[in-house]
């Protein structure tokens, strides 16, 4: 029970939490704390942004401000055509915890995706997603008091672990409670913001186990449940960062089109960024940094082939008509694969998809892009034939695949814009699978049949939660403001949300840009290899 704990505000995480996936859990009374939290608080789907994707959806919710402000827009980052995985110095607003350091109040964090390497506030933080896995935390040496408390805490399940996948996910997901609690009774903090990532990476590997995904969502349920009891905080909030659901529709290769539209150029055996890499590596070398890492024999000679016309696309196509597709993905090295692809030539190209997660199209610009070839009086006439040709696109069905496609105006606006895609593709109700791939073929089958939606969930509960005013059309960007209006401290004017009708409203200031530093690397090979296995590095 609560042993004067001063915890006012706790902010739970739950990666692709929607409707579609809590409802049947709480008609089998399957997350009890959960589903009183949604009964008796208030509730809805909270909206998320484009691209609703982990990596630049969290940071939305955590500083309120979309991509264009804070500026990640996906799992990776791009200087120039050269790409490394994305992390907190990449977040160029200051984060809800950095706020509320700047009002005398501390907060404990765990688990938030994009939180490494941390900045110094007045609390503690252990990061998740796109961290390492012995990540620095803040403050320094509290990773090894968390596991010298609870024992072993990982940011990732266990590769090696021959366990079911299930249990690895589960453990992950006790990991995260026992650590909060651990950490709150040490800090004592005033907000605590928890982040459960189990939830959504489940669906990426096994989307029709539901028993795991069942397990997965009783262990978040058990944990929220001691933390509540541990320390009773005033207002509980509960938030996705985007919804869950199947994709119906088909693959569309943005790539492809544009190479046969005459705006994407090609390389066999080159260094650009590959673009089939169904085949994953499960043996990478364990942290050695991916900007150290150099070709072995076998990827040289894959390379040749590839200049010659043996493509990996050609002989992944070979495979998948005898059924073997699956074997060669257990056992090929994913830098094999790479080295023999057809790639997209960022140079020589006019235009291309970087990266599938960005849902658009970058234009190679002179004066903006290293080599660029686009000369800036033929950027928007460039710009709108991509657009309308994009809009015209149909399915082998005859359905447009995109809802809307338009300039990156329309979505992201901020300091930070310039480094968004320049024309944005939203796919039809999130039913088509957008692929940055080149194959012989425009069109397949999506490549995962679960995939993110753009309805995720909120909810509310509390003392100071205004159950009858409800949560109206809640965004994404909302967040950060209800939060801190909770702990009655003005949000930033700057914020592109509100605060949610069922809280007080505690006004704006003006805070200061945050003083951000320059981007340092991940360049962890191992953190690209989880990204790639669950499908966000193509």
Known sequence: MDDGSSLQTLLVGIDAACDRVLAPLFEDNEIPTLKSIYRNGTSGTLESQIPPWTASAWPSLYTGMNPGKHGVYGFLSFDGYDWDVVN?????????????????????????????????FDGALVPGYTAPEDPDCHPDGVLEDVREAIGEYRVYPDADDTTDLGTKYNDCVRMRGEAFRYLADRYDPEFGFVEFQATD????????????????????DRQLNEILEAHEPTSVIVA?????????????????????????????????????????????????????YEPGVGERAMAAAARVGLTSQRLGAVFERLGLEDLVAAYAPA????????????????????SRIELGV?????????????????????????????????????????????????????????????????????????????????FGPPSEPWNHKLEGTVAAYGDDIDRAAGVGDAHLFDIAPTVLSTLGIPFDERMDGDPLPCVESAGTRQYPRLEADRSVETADEDVEKRLADLGYIE
């Open 335 to 354: 830098g094999l694969v790479s080295a023999g692809a057809t790639q997209v030539d960022f140079r020589e190209s006019s235009a291309y998809v970087r």
């Open 88 to 120: 907190a110095t990449d977040v160029r607003e200051r984060t809800l915890w950095e706020l509320l350091d700047r009002h005398g109040v501390t907060s404990v964090v765990v688990n938030v995706p994009v939180t490494y390497p941390p900045r110094a």
């Open 240 to 292: 996705s960062d985007h919804g869950m659901g199947p994709y119906d529709g088909h693959e569309f290769r943005v790539n492809e089109y544009l190479r046969e539209a005459g705006f994407v150029e090609t390389e066999r055996g080159g260094t650009g960024m590959p673009t089939w890499a169904t085949v994953r590596d499960d043996n990478l070398k364990e942290g050695k940094e991916a900007t150290e």
């Open 362 to 442: 970058r234009i190679n610009l002179e004066g903006r892009e290293p080599d660029g070839v686009v000369p800036p009086e033929d950027y928007e006439d460039v710009r709108d034939r991509i657009i309308d040709a994009l809009r015209e696109v149909t399915t082998p069905d005859g359905e447009p695949i995109f809802e809307g496609v338009g300039r990156r105006e329309k979505y992201f606006y901020g300091p930070e814009s310039d480094d968004a895609v320049d024309i944005v593709t939203v796919p039809a109700d999130f039913e088509h699978f957008i692929s940055a791939t080149l194959r012989d073929e425009q």
């Open 201 to 220: 990476s489940v669906f990426h590997k096994r989307p029709d186990d539901t028993a795991a995904i069942s397990a997965i969502y009783r262990e978040v």
